[in-house]
């Protein structure tokens, strides 16, 4: 009961103290989990924008309903294709018309229908898009394939390159909220050691003296958990409506599974540094108990 | 009863804090502990609060040997001592109230008897009215008498004072003299280190003189 009251009478003695470091912790949470969701959503966004590539299997002319039901059904079969599509040469005919209604009197003065029949063959990923379309060309029934090669190596390379970016932003975000964590955690140790020496002086139990500064370093983190509750939500509403206005295509995964799974990876971690400081709080405290009180108190 | 008997400290370094002490302190006495700088008082009394154990010899307060002293019966020493120190050792981002209140808070006293009796102890000190004063606000003088405030209020059998007159002028040292010869009057065991010979000479008081670690000498002038 006396380490509660002390740790709250601690943190209102100094409460701009208590609140930038509080605040601080917290921007380093909401940063990393912010970091750490926005590397989701942008995989997600790019393998959105991967679907969107289509491989287009000219199919020979004449062929039957039955065969092209056949190929159609065997190219959904294969592991590497999303989905596809038969477009007849009635639906192409008129896809070209809505496209271009400029050449309406052109096509109206076609005596027959030029576009062949084709399968629009959307893959997985762009990145095995090649041999994809490799595949579908040794189909029987096909005569030719074709996609769009230069947008697929340039969408291969974006994808790489900001694979890589967000790694090592990720990375670094890790870094920063560890060493900016046991930063803050230090200085409250450090902040702390002649009052741990105090207490013993004073008579306090071990209990009393050893858990001075955890209790501290627990309430400053509550305080950020806080903090990170409240800013986290408001920061990822904000992050999702500017994501969804650069890419209304693009349908969000669950945005509260997401941002729930960053929050608690960020949690976690920030409980794993909170418990390493406890254990060297505690571990300084109990020296400073036991042999140290020369230097802590007497020669300080 | 404080007993030291052939008490050694050596350090890490090789270095004897103290070389085959033995000497007594009755109870209810007040004893100086004398010598120059470096002679090893301070070692004496942090042996004797068990900030340190001895290398060898034993230390007895009232027939308990302080180096068994661990966890819980460390805890229960300590709390029959109140300890002075030249720093103060007082925390100074706290009032003066916050920090005589220390020892009855972390004894789980409640907050009546804490204010009545930090009033009581203050009014002893003559700190009347420095309860809201900052710590960091006070003088030197002020300040040992808040640290004595701190010392006397869970009224420990044993006061250790190490130097508290060491930093303060003639007036503010016979202030702290006095407040200690009070709390002796009503039974407490006082033993003072102090390298002001004079003061020794002039309270007529037993004293047990130290000089290179060693005892020099004993008695009353």
Same mark, same amino acid.
């Given at each position: ?48 924008? !991967? ?83 490799? !595949? ?12 769009? !090669? ?151 | ?48 609060? @068990? ?81 809201? @004063? ?88």
């Amino acid at each position: 009961m006396f380490t509660f009251k002390q740790t709250l009478r601690d943190l209102a003695r100094h409460p701009v103290r208590t609140l930038l470091v509080s605040i601080l912790i917290a921007v380093l949470m909401v940063a990393s989990a912010g970091i750490y969701a926005m590397s989701i959503d942008v995989r997600h966004t790019i393998s959105e924008i !991967e679907r969107t590539h289509s491989v287009n299997a000219y199919l020979l002319r004449g062929l039957d309903q039955t065969s092209i039901q056949t190929l159609l059904e065997q190219m959904q079969k294969n592991e590497a294709v999303a989905r596809a599509e038969y477009v007849s040469p009635a639906d192409g005919l008129k896809k070209l018309e809505t496209q271009y209604p400029q050449f309406a009197s052109v096509f109206r003065d076609l005596t027959r229908n030029p576009i062949p029949p084709l399968i629009r063959v959307y893959p997985v990923s762009v990145q095995g898009i090649t041999g994809l379309a490799a !595949e579908l060309r040794s189909l029987a029934g096909v005569q030719s394939v074709e996609y769009d !090669e230069g947008s697929v190596q340039g969408m291969a390379n974006a994808n790489v390159f900001v694979h890589s970016l967000l790694l090592y932003v990720l990375i670094l975000a890790g870094f920063l909220f560890v060493a900016g964590f046991c930063l803050m955690a230090f200085s409250i140790i450090n902040g702390k050691r002649k009052e741990t020496a105090v207490l013993s002086v004073v008579g306090a139990s071990n209990l009393q003296v050893l858990l001075s500064t955890p209790a501290h370093l627990v309430a400053v983190w509550a305080l950020a958990s806080v903090f990170f509750a409240v800013v986290f939500p408001s920061v990822m509403r904000y992050s999702t409506t500017r994501l969804k206005a650069s890419f209304s295509w693009v349908t969000p995964e669950p945005a509260g599974v997401v941002y729930a799974g960053a929050a608690a990876v960020v949690l976690l971690a920030s409980l794993a540094c909170l418990l390493l400081a406890c254990v060297i709080a505690t571990v300084l405290a109990y020296r400073i108990d036991e042999e140290q009180r020369r230097e802590e108190t007497l020669l300080e | 009863m404080i007993q030291m008997l052939s008490v050694s400290k050596r350090y890490d370094d090789g270095y004897y804090g103290l070389r085959d002490i033995t000497f007594k302190v009755g109870p209810s006495k007040f004893v100086f502990l004398t010598g120059e700088s470096g002679a090893g008082k301070s070692t004496v009394l942090r042996l004797i609060y @068990r900030a340190e154990r001895p290398t060898n010899g034993t230390i007895l307060v009232d027939g308990a040997d302080t180096a068994a002293a661990h966890g819980g019966s460390l805890t229960t020493l300590r709390r029959r001592m109140g300890m002075v120190f030249q720093d103060y050792m007082l925390l100074f981002d706290r009032t003066v109230y916050e920090n005589v209140a220390l020892p009855l808070a972390v004894r789980g006293m409640g907050k009546g008897i804490i204010s009545q009796e930090v009033d009581k102890y203050l009014d002893q000190v003559g700190l009347s009215g420095y309860q809201h @004063r900052r710590c960091c606000s006070l003088s030197g003088g002020e300040k040992q008498r808040v640290a004595l405030a701190r010392a006397l209020i869970a009224k420990p059998d044993i006061i250790l004072a190490d130097e508290p007159t060491g930093n303060l002028d003639l007036s503010n040292g016979e202030k702290i003299v006095e407040v200690l010869h009070d709390a002796n009057r009503q039974g407490a065991t006082v033993f003072m280190a102090t390298h002001d010979l004079y003061l020794v000479q002039s309270t007529r008081l037993p004293f047990v003189r130290l000089r290179g670690g060693r005892k020099v000498e004993e008695g009353n002038f």
